[in-house]
């Protein structure tokens, strides 16, 4: 999308008497208003040049104007390039028909529900991705509040360690221990290839002297895509004792490409692209166990439904809006613990086996105490505002203490390695926080399972030197599986034209490993 379709950058102004937006009279903007959801943008008039769009508050109509050049997508509900958008003859976004889930007296026998035409069907058939009602309505409230199936709020009598978490808000610390006895866990995570451009990165960060309170290096996850991954670096990386995750297959940049995802789509994606790395980094010990959707786009149950089925145990794609206090990870057994946040987001609305590593957004402020507030932000590189190492150091200080000073909720630090190589003073400044983080005698840089591996087993401070966990893998001996890695150049009729250098201690596959054939053996699942 346009760079310039940042919130910020959207005008948002209360009308006054003499704005074209104020209706004529307190009725007509009631009428507006009426069954409008508040966070629906609409027009006024076709007329004009299609920027112009309000939305209903509490306070009456507000109004926003798109920047110059661009227009108003009432289907999108977002500014997109003029050229783009199809739908300024049209005021308002299509209604669709809503089951009618509530009503005063029951309207349909026990088990069923009513469609928004009045036919009773099966509870169990809304929102199975199958229109069942003749008017369709079955499959136009699935969200996590709506869905008529969906997972059952928190019941921690129900919900006990070590296979499941969860608390009514998402604050609580597992095993009632009190904050100042939690380990304050740091998680560094990657998203994208590992290759010749940024494994000096890592290699700098985690140099094998920077040792956590109970002497086991620091560690990190890198959710790898694969194009352009090279495996023997990425083999390398797991044999130091740093997790490795998925992060799919082909990376498709269409972001509805994820959220609308089939059941197929992410086993193709996640279950092939943990099939690549297995088979040509070498990973044999069933450690590839978490999942992060590409541009965090996350696929609601589809997604989830795979997971269980495949035996990835963690997905690390939600995010959770910018609060108080932070959220600790919890399990999908249970409703989740907060609002699903980010727009056009698909979460999860039934119980599943899985862990959710949710992504608390980042307070980017540079004086929280005098700045009004601004979005959060949940990978590092997406905090726009931050531009100098000097700013890059408040960020993370300011929100290590807001994780440290409440509940010790896990603080994840989410990065694509080409912003930290973008200014040496950002990777400078993030070196200089471990090591000063590493100072006191109760913060750990683990990776995503470790955080798993402590909730299960919550385990006091001065129990924790012994955490046999955190033991596995504590210390490296040996050298890499290979010092000079097969280059091998290879084409597949999936991407035709292409021909890319996959590089791996293993032996060269037939063709370069993609969505139909993972394995690189040239034989095409597909009929």
Same mark, same amino acid.
């Given at each position: ?130 229109? =069942?009602?003749? #008017?369709?309505? @079955? &499959? ?7 869905? +008529? !199936? ?46 010749? =451009?940024?494994? #000096?990165?890592? @290699? &700098? ?7 956590? +309170? !109970? ?49 197929? #789509?992410?086993?193709? &994606? ?258």
């Amino acid at each position: 999308l346009p760079p310039a379709l940042a919130a910020e950058v959207v005008r948002e102004k209360r009308q006054d008497d003499k704005d074209p937006a104020d209706a004529d009279d307190k009725q007509t903007a009631e009428q507006l208003c009426e069954n409008r959801p508040p966070d629906e943008y609409f027009r006024l008039t076709t007329e004009g040049d299609c920027r112009d769009v309000v939305r209903c508050t509490k306070a009456g109509i507000k109004q926003i104007t798109c920047p110059s050049g661009l227009a108003f997508d009432v289907d999108k509900q977002t500014c997109d390039w003029k050229g783009k958008v199809t739908n300024c003859n049209r005021l308002d976004k299509p209604r669709k028909v809503l089951p009618r889930l509530k009503t005063d007296e029951p309207v349909c026998p026990e088990g069923k529900l009513s469609c928004g035409n009045g036919e009773c069907i099966d509870k169990e058939l809304f929102c199975n991705d199958k229109p =069942d009602c003749k #008017d369709e309505s @079955d &499959e136009n409230a699935c969200s996590v509040e709506t869905d +008529p !199936n969906r997972a059952p709020d928190c019941d921690p009598t129900q919900c006990v360690l070590p296979d499941c978490w969860c608390s009514p808000d998402g604050t609580r610390i597992p095993g009632s221990i009190e904050p100042n006895q939690v380990p304050q866990m740091i998680t560094i995570t990657f998203n994208g290839a590992v290759n010749v =451009d940024n494994v #000096d990165l890592y @290699d &700098e960060i985690f140099n094998g002297q920077r040792q956590n +309170p !109970n002497s086991c290096q620091i560690r990190g996850t890198f959710f790898a895509s694969h194009k352009y991954t090279n495996y023997a670096a990425l083999q390398d990386l797991h044999r130091r004792g740093h997790e490795v995750g998925v992060f799919s297959l082909t990376h498709k940049d269409d972001p509805n490409y994820w959220t609308g995802g089939s059941y197929d #789509d992410w086993l193709a &994606e996640m279950a092939g692209a943990r099939l690549v790395i297995e088979r040509f980094s070498n990973i044999t010990d069933g450690s590839i166990i978490g999942v992060r959707a590409p541009y965090l786009r996350v696929g609601g149950n589809k997604q989830f439904e795979m997971m269980a089925d495949q035996f990835f145990v963690y997905d690390a794609s939600i995010t959770a809006s910018l609060g108080r206090v932070p959220i600790w990870p919890y399990t999908l057994y249970f409703r989740m613990p907060h609002k699903c946040n980010g727009n056009a987001q698909n979460c999860p609305s039934r119980s599943h086996p899985v862990w959710e590593m949710v992504m608390n957004e980042l307070d980017r402020r540079d004086d929280p105490t005098f700045d009004e507030s601004l979005p959060g932000c949940h990978m590092v590189d997406s905090c726009s505002n931050i531009q100098t190492g000097d700013q890059f150091a408040r960020l993370l200080r300011h929100n290590f203490n807001r994780h440290y000073s409440t509940n010790r909720a896990p603080l994840g630090l989410h990065f694509h390695a080409s912003w930290l190589k973008s200014k040496k003073e950002f990777k400078d400044e993030l070196i200089k926080f471990i090591e000063e983080m590493l100072d006191k005698n109760d913060v750990y840089f683990v990776t995503m399972l470790q955080v798993i591996q402590w909730m299960q087993n919550p385990t006091e401070l001065t129990s924790l030197r012994d955490f046999a966990e955190w033991k596995e893998k504590c210390d490296v001996k040996g050298q890499p599986y290979c010092s000079l890695p097969n280059a091998c150049p290879l084409t597949t009729r999936e991407l035709p034209g292409e021909t890319i250098r996959l590089f791996t201690c293993m032996e060269c596959p037939n063709n370069y490993p993609w969505i139909l054939d993972p394995t690189g053996d040239g034989f095409n699942s597909k009929k």
